[in-house]
């Protein structure tokens, strides 16, 4: 009798912590984070260096997607290296030839834009989101702003399509995987002639076009090694530069004369 | 496969491509006993080099090359020291304006037009010049006359020019101001198109100072070493337009190139060997032409801001 009236008493005294318990577990489960990592945080270009593919992976902890396959989620992953000034040019024929106009300055054009998703940017959210966010190529405004005139419309265009040719440039609105229930991963190929800076690299993770979680980390790209040395030597001792760039000359032509010598 | 990236230009290139340009180039310069940087820089902006990089690696080349020809000239005593001391000064002077015009001409976007305008202008003159010559000397020898049409020299007016010195090695006592004006547009041009200038110095020297045949090869030779060494540390100083990775990598090849061009050139015979070589120096004249004259797929171009434009 007494062990039973102490049982319900335990179990009366327990009551609401059981009721928290099952709460948490059902009705308002935690909320969902975005763990995001990129395969490699520093990219060194040497001598034989001809563009690097990276993997920006990553998973959502707390995901409630039941099934695998259709997944309420959707991930967008910008990486972008700094901006810099940038003049376009458009040719224009004088006396026969084809010359370049004035041209249109741009102050701040990131040297390097990718944007991935899962789905195409617009069905994922609304506009002032991914304008916001700086998501999408038409989204990007040059450091300076859009405006209706056709001939700035025409530069603008022709900015992005001279970068997206050299895959400086782009766009994947099925770039972004998910494998599993949480798992995620999306590929961008650097080209060649990437600049160098350090990268950001944002994912951004929605769920019925509304921004739950994200994750931001950069990304080191230099030249390394002798690459580095030349280079930073070219632009900081120009001077220098210049007289070992004739010193390897005359020694280039010195060693041909002594090796072809006809005596 | 064998992709070299290029610290300045920043592009990656084909090692054996660039070697075997280099080669080619070598080849025909040791053939036609010319410095071949006037096709250097034109084939390396074929190939994609931005022009002014293609210009300054150019001369940079051009100081290789020449080094191992003035040593083999300087052997043979075929240098007048005096002489190439005035033009070097000369050469000098038009380096700095060249380098500062071009520098100029970057900011405005104008440097790659420029460039081809006048390689075009220059090329064109002196390919036709060169080929109708070659062809009046063809037609002399096959009427059994000497090819050379050419007679001794006689005093015109530069021989009456004030500032006169003597140029003991030349057997000559001229104003100093033909030699420096010589140089200066030499080395303007080879600060502006990378090349050494000798299809313009040669003649000059022997049409205009009446030297020596033997000593103006020698002393051009001279001049362009160090002409091309100055425009290489003015373009790198200025313009941060030299690529010493390109640089090496053509001069390598040109140096082995070079070798067997001059081997090759003495199975032809001299005027042959003209009109072969103003025939080139034509296509590389319409070639450029064309890419001027042609509308382009892609009216647009971006470029970095190097300053207010």
Known sequence: MMRRALLLATLLGFMPLVAAAAQAASPTPPKEELQAELSTREISIQSNFTGIEILVYGSIDFSQTKAPDPGNYDVIAIIRAPSQPLVARRKERVAGIWVNSRGEVYPAVPGFYAALSTRPFRAITSDETLKTLGVGIVNLDFGRPATEDLREAQYRSAVIRLKQKQQLFQEDDDGVSFVGRSLFRATVALPVNVPTGRYTADVYLFRDGELISKNLSTLEVNKAGFERTIYLLAFNQPFAYGLLAVLVAVLTGLAGWFAFRRE | ?309
Not at chain 2, 286 to 295: A, E, M, N, P
């Open chain 2, 1 to 309: 496969m064998f992709q070299v990236y290029l610290p300045i230009a920043e592009i990656s290139v084909n090692l054996v491509l660039m070697l075997g340009l280099g080669a080619a180039v070598g080849f025909l310069s040791g053939m036609f006993g010319v410095g071949g940087g006037f096709l250097l820089t034109p084939f390396l902006m074929f190939s994609g080099i931005p022009p002014s990089i293609a210009v300054a690696t150019g001369a940079n080349q051009i100081v290789a090359t020449s080094v191992s020809g003035a040593l083999a000239q300087w052997r043979r005593n075929n240098i007048d020291f005096h002489m190439g001391a005035l033009l070097i000064v000369g050469g000098v002077a038009g380096a700095l304006i060249g380098v500062i015009l071009l520098k100029m001409l970057r900011e405005a976007g104008q440097a790659g037009l420029i460039i081809s305008l006048t390689y075009v202008v220059l090329l064109g003159t002196v390919g036709l010049l060169m080929l109708v010559e070659s062809i009046g000397a063809m037609r002399r020898t096959r009427a059994g006359r000497p090819a050379s049409g050419r007679k001794p020299g006689q005093h015109n007016w530069i021989h009456r020019l004030p500032l006169k010195l003597r140029f003991p090695r030349s057997r000559l006592y001229i104003s100093a101001i033909p030699p420096l004006v010589i140089g200066w547009v030499v080395g303007l041009l080879t600060a502006f198109l990378g090349v050494g200038g000798g299809f313009i110095m040669v003649p000059a020297m022997i049409y205009l100072l009446r030297m020596p045949t033997n000593i103006v090869i020698g002393t051009s030779i001279f001049q362009i070493i160090f002409v091309t060494a100055v425009v290489s540390v003015l373009h790198a100083t200025f313009n941060q337009t030299l690529d010493v990775v390109l640089a090496l990598i053509l001069a390598a090849g040109g140096v082995m190139g070079g070798q067997f061009g001059v081997k090759a050139g003495q199975k032809l015979r001299g005027e042959h060997l003209r009109a072969l070589l103003a025939v080139m120096v034509l296509a590389v004249a319409i070639r450029l032409l064309f890419d001027l004259v042609l509308k382009p797929a892609e009216l647009y171009s971006i470029s970095p801001l190097l300053a207010g434009v």
